[in-house]
């Protein structure tokens, strides 16, 4: 099974800093024959299911603020929250897709400072 | 897009088993994947397998293959997640998702 880690497992930011979250997996995520890695980040409020921000490793779901962004290839990715925002408070994780079973980070629980 | 919509919660007995359906609207439900994910309480999120309604059979994850069957009916466009011999170890919020939409989540307690 690929294993996602995820870092750090909590962070508390200041409204209008950013926010840096790393995900790391134990093999490559990107397939050859497309050139895509299939990797995604979701958010998940208290109470809430999901909410899919991130596919493909940086592309941005329709509606999703543009502070949210994705980078990274191979085994190393990041989520970065520009200027993070009261309603960003959450638990963001990261999941892979590449092979089965699909597998998510243990999740990063981003707090306002 | 697609919508998805799950039955309600349940609370069953150690050694019972649960069904959770899941009916999906406004998509092309029979040609994507249909995951099942699970939350224990305070937890991160549990793939347990999947299925292509179109296609079948499911794929699940290992540690659940004995217990769990995965489903899906084309005319109804339901996929339906039974999870037998049920411990308080199953206690969670399970979902299903679909392109990246996720259904509101069943909570299934698991208690004697």
């Known amino acids: 099974d690929i294993v996602m880690t995820q870092s750090p497992d909590s962070l508390a930011v200041s409204l209008g800093e950013r926010a840096t979250i790393n995900c790391k997996s134990s093999?490559?995520?990107?397939?050859?024959?497309?050139?895509?890695?299939?990797l995604a980040w979701y958010q998940q409020k208290p109470g809430q299911s999901p909410k899919l921000l991130i596919n493909w490793a940086s592309a941005r779901e329709s509606g999703v603020p543009d502070r949210f962004s994705g980078s990274g290839s191979g085994t190393d990715f990041t989520l970065t929250i520009s200027s993070l925002q009261a309603e960003d408070v959450a638990v963001y994780y990261c999941?892979?897709?590449?092979?089965?079973?699909?597998?998510f980070g243990r999740g990063t629980k981003v707090e306002i400072k | 897009q697609v919508h998805l919509v799950q039955s309600g919660a349940e609370v069953k007995k150690p050694g019972s088993s649960v069904r959770v359906s899941c009916k999906a609207s406004g998509g092309t439900f029979r040609s994507y994947a249909v995951s099942w994910v699970r939350q224990a309480p305070g937890q991160g999120l549990e793939w347990m397998g999947g299925i292509i309604p179109l296609f079948g059979p499911a794929n699940y994850a290992q540690k659940l293959q004995d217990r769990v069957t995965i489903s899906a009916d084309l005319s109804t466009n339901t996929s339906y997640m039974d999870l037998h011999s049920l411990t308080p170890q199953d206690t969670a919020v399970y979902y299903c998702?679909?392109?990246?939409?996720w259904g509101q989540g069943t909570l299934v307690i698991v208690s004697s």
């Open positions: 998702a679909q392109k990246g939409t």
């Open positions: 093999q490559n995520l990107l397939y050859s024959s497309n050139n895509k890695n299939y």
């Open positions: 999941h892979q897709y590449y092979s089965l079973p699909e597998t």
